[in-house]
């Protein structure tokens, strides 16, 4: 695609196609920047009644640890502002992780309940990390991985200190969707913009399967899609 807008164009009619098909798709959708123009697109359908996502029901990828519910920067927030505000969609249509749960271990093992009682995720929307991670699943995790705790690397912290004032206040933890429980939906869309992600685009689509490269576990989904700009193909062969 030309740029991040067709990208976001584009991802968003795969959403819309499936909630036409089936209303009540439980959608997970992803956190960061490479999905916001996807969910423009969505409400700009909404808006302009092409689109009634009125039953659509949403989950969430992935949590910070230990960010206090009031703060903007939990997922849950931004998804709430990024999402479910811009599609009027109300906070039953939607399930997450509790990063704030005594017993971690418990919450992660309560989500993978809830997604499954939910009837599985139909669509899950990804972006890329530079170090090729999907949710927070980083470098070197299991392809067998379920929800769980992971400590982030320093260079996603970097990465993600942009959304706060400053790199002390980043989380070092995460509760995030495993490699496995993201392969169960039933269609993954990878979304990714820019030429800081062509490196991890052609390693995850072109490279061997490798746990360094959590996103080559996309080739082995019987449906996954990965949409980018020309910036972000530019590695491909
Ligand atoms: C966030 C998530 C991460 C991001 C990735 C890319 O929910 O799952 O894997 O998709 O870190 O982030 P951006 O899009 O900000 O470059």
Known sequence: MPDRAAVGELAAGVIADLVTRKPDALVGVATGSSPLPVYAALAQRVRDGVTDVGRMRVCQLDEYVGLPPEHPQTYRAVIEEEVLRPLGLSAESFLGPDGTADDLPRACADYELALRDAGGVDLQLLGI???????????????????????????????????????????????????????????????????SKAEAIALAVEGPLAAIVPASALQLHPHATVIVDEAAASHLK
Do not use: M, Y
């Open 129 to 195: 990390g530079s170090d090729g991670h999907i949710g927070f699943n980083e470098p070197c995790s299991s392809f067998g991985s379920r929800t769980r705790v992971k400590t982030l690397t320093q260079q996603t912290r970097v990465d993600n200190a942009r959304f706060f004032d400053s790199l002390d206040e980043v989380p070092w933890h995460v509760v995030t969707q495993g490699i496995a429980t993201i392969s169960e939906a039933r269609h993954l869309v990878l979304v990714a913009a820019g030429e």
